[in-house]
């Protein structure tokens, strides 16, 4: 190979370096971007899990007294028909 064919070959790899040194930026860009995004969506779902627990534990307590005023009404019954 001659010096000038170096040469150019040299600037090709540059040219080439610098495309890929920017594609590494931007990866890193995205990767940063991803976790943000991951941090979030986790906040979000340990929201969403605490407001699921109090709406199933605020249900329980309906059916709980669902099922009391129930029985108070069946025994007052028994006790009418008596």
């Known amino acids: 190979m001659t010096i000038a064919e170096l040469e150019a070959q040299r600037e090709v790899l540059k040219a080439k370096l610098v495309v890929l040194e920017r594609d590494l930026e ?39 007294h669902a099922i009391t005023h129930e029985m108070a009404v069946k025994n007052l019954q028994v006790r009418i028909s008596a």
């Open 26 to 64: 931007l990866a890193q860009k995205r990767l940063e971007e991803n976790k943000r995004k991951i941090e979030e969506l986790d906040k979000n779902r340990a929201a969403i899990n605490r407001t699921l627990q109090r709406a199933s534990a605020i249900t329980n307590e309906h059916i709980n």
